[in-house]
């Protein structure tokens, strides 16, 4: 059976992660992998509920040395943890020490004891085929349904993704890049563009995972440069509305959400970085970027290949060896490029006219004071049933009005999409990768419009 390591790089001593500016080492890492290793239950499966960057990543090293997967579930929620003994009987958490919060056996990880390094130290060896982490989403019914990541398959997308980072720094590699995600290593995106770069590509992670803009400041100022930050739409909004000087980066990543032009040439301009976005989705992996300053145009991943177009797409090739359908509306330009042009689920008709939400959710996020937007389309219950039904936007938008939010919409979008109802609210209840759930915004917009008795429009002068 072929094996290949769990880390990359022969320079043991480079850098891993970033403490409090303090440099922890890939030979470190090994070490607290191996101890951990031995304290792990003899079977398993790992919930790894650390929130710290560095011990998640010891966590997933241990499992994998004892031949247990990483479960990734959407969220952690007492509902969600506690359905997974359905799907996993042997499962258990690894928690930060004094967390209490989750109703299953869990191993708590002690702070910053880090275990003395062994010389010689060899890198672990992990068999290609084994299953690293089973990431479950939830399917058409609501249960949840796993899908397994093979560690050779991971390894693959790693070094493309790895590949074309380093293609937007202008360098050969990551060694020597540091980065600082805001999105927490649990979700597929930051698994996937901190973790797993930094154990495969040569980055160094910060422990951290900042979350008000203040805390990216501090944290992305201590990381040697090169640097780079990776977040989502929301985040970098955020970041760029605080009125902070920030840092400057020499990349920025972006993903979980199209981001628009006008604001990634704000995030640019601000911190003096290119900014790369990535497409992907949980059964293929990350397969495509582009610097949206430069287009709407996607390239894929070396390796990869596109074919169809339309709602009917499929890639393969690379780290995805079978040909594996995509979620979305793509325009396919070759079999390298394409054009983004909506969730293939999220596709809505009114008044027979036909578009994406997250087409119409990117225009009303570009309307220039929205700090954060969703569109919703009312189920019977909210709908005037004398009337074609008509969308509810709900923004985050202090000092607009409904008209303003309106008028600016229906120089973008068709008028049959403009929202009847525009809700002006605090805050969207979204994860925290950025994304909203359909059933969270559902439930959000129940709420909001019963409080309001279902008034039809809610205008802020």
């Not at 911190?271 to 989705?281: D, T, V």
Request: glycine fraction near 8%; proline fraction near 9%; charged fraction near 20%.
């Amino acid at each position: 059976m072929s094996a290949l390591p769990l880390i990359w790089g022969a320079d043991l001593d480079a850098p891993l992660a970033w403490r409090a500016g303090q440099a922890v080492s890939r030979r470190q890492y090994l070490a607290d992998v191996q101890a951990l290793a031995t304290r792990l239950p003899e079977r398993g499966e790992l919930l790894n509920l650390s929130a710290d960057r560095y011990r998640f990543a010891v966590g997933l090293g241990a499992a994998m040395l004892r031949g247990q997967p990483n479960l990734m579930p959407p969220n952690h929620t007492p509902e969600t943890v506690a359905s997974l003994g359905t799907l996993f009987p042997n499962v258990y958490g690894l928690v930060d020490e004094g967390d209490t919060r989750f109703a299953l056996p869990t191993l708590a990880l002690s702070a910053e004891q880090p275990v003395a390094p062994n010389a010689p130290l060899q890198t672990p060896q992990v068999a290609a085929d084994a299953i690293t982490a089973q990431v479950l989403t939830s399917g058409s019914t609501g249960a949840s349904v796993p899908h397994p990541k093979v560690w050779e398959l991971l390894v693959r997308n790693t070094a493309a993704g790895a590949e074309r980072l380093a293609e937007h720094l202008g360098r050969a590699d990551l060694v020597g890049v540091s980065l600082v995600a805001t999105v927490p290593a649990q979700h597929m995106y930051g698994f996937e563009s901190s973790v797993l770069v930094a154990l495969l590509g040569g980055a160094a992670f910060d422990t951290e995972r900042p979350f008000y803009p203040a805390d990216v400041v501090r944290v992305v100022s201590r990381v040697p440069r090169p640097r780079m930050l990776v977040t989502t739409p929301l985040h970098l909004r955020a970041l760029l509305e605080s009125g902070l000087d920030l840092p400057p980066l020499d990349l920025i990543v972006c993903a979980t959400a199209p981001l628009s032009p006008q604001l990634a040439a704000r995030a640019e301009g601000a911190m003096a970085a290119p900014l790369m976005e990535i497409y992907g989705c949980t059964e293929a992996g990350q397969v495509a970027t582009r610097r949206t300053t430069e287009g709407p145009e996607w390239r894929v991943y070396r390796g990869l290949q596109l074919a169809g177009n339309g709602e009917h797409c499929v890639i393969s090739g690379g780290h995805v060896p079978q040909p594996t359908p995509l979620a979305d509306v793509l325009e396919v330009i070759d079999a390298q490029h394409f054009r983004l042009l909506g969730r293939s689920n999220d596709l809505i008709n009114i008044a027979g006219k036909r578009s994406s939400l997250s087409h119409l959710n990117h225009h009303l996020n570009s309307v220039e004071g929205v700090q954060d937007g969703a569109l919703w389309l009312p189920p019977e219950q909210h709908a005037d049933s004398a009337e074609v039904v008509r969308l509810v936007a709900f923004v985050v938008a202090p000092g607009l009005t409904r008209e303003h939010v309106v008028a600016a919409l229906r120089l973008r979008v068709d008028p049959a999409f403009l929202p009847r109802r525009v809700v002006f609210v605090p805050a969207l209840p979204r994860d925290p990768t950025g994304k909203l759930p359909t059933a969270r915004l559902t439930q959000f917009a129940a709420e909001w419009l019963d409080a309001a008795g279902g008034a039809r429009t809610e205008p802020r002068e």
